[in-house]
């Protein structure tokens, strides 16, 4: 075999090994999402009720988390800086639930940002795909009509 056909053999497949080798983490997939419902959300909200931390992740642009976002959540526009810190980030390991929420179902971004955390090695974390479009709406039908 000449040196021109071996490393036209070897070069691809040493290439191809290079770039898996800088996706070193883990892979997610759609299985291991947790989904919440606006009611799944609520019963977890009143589970955590003081006993265990709660952390809200707001995705959604500074400028809208602003304008209105689901009581306590934390703006994170960003979550790839969690990958930064890696799965040592104390508001994370010390949460009992870690719920992600973005805008709404027509531009679930909760759902790859979840799987980031997942596959930083997080096994509390949720996605509230319906997000804020979603908590608007039921907190509203929430509201007790008024009496004329």
């Known amino acids: 075999m000449t040196i021109h056909r071996l490393s036209t053999c070897l070069l691809p497949a040493l290439f191809a090994l290079v770039l898996s080798a800088c996706d070193s983490a883990p892979k997610t997939s759609d299985e291991d999402l947790r989904h919440l419902s606006y009611k799944g959300l609520r019963e977890i909200m009143a589970d955590a009720g003081g006993k265990s931390p709660l952390m809200l992740i707001d995705i959604r642009p500074p400028a809208d988390f602003e304008k209105g976002h689901i009581p306590g959540a934390t703006n994170i526009p960003d979550p790839q800086q969690f990958m930064h810190i890696g799965a040592t980030d104390p508001r994370l390991t010390?949460?009992?639930?870690?719920?992600?929420?973005?805008?709404?179902?027509?531009?679930?971004?909760?759902?790859?940002?979840?799987?980031?955390?997942?596959?930083?090695?997080?096994?509390?974390?949720?996605?509230?795909?319906?997000?804020?479009?979603?908590?608007?709406?039921?907190?509203?039908l929430e509201q007790p009509t008024p009496e004329k």
Not at 94 to 107: I, L, P, T
Not at 115 to 134: A, V
């Open 94 to 140: 010390n949460a009992s639930h870690v719920v992600v929420y973005g805008e709404d179902f027509r531009r679930n971004f909760a759902d790859p940002a979840a799987k980031k955390l997942i596959g930083l090695g997080y096994d509390n974390i949720y996605s509230f795909p319906g997000g804020w479009g979603e908590w608007q709406k039921n907190v509203a």
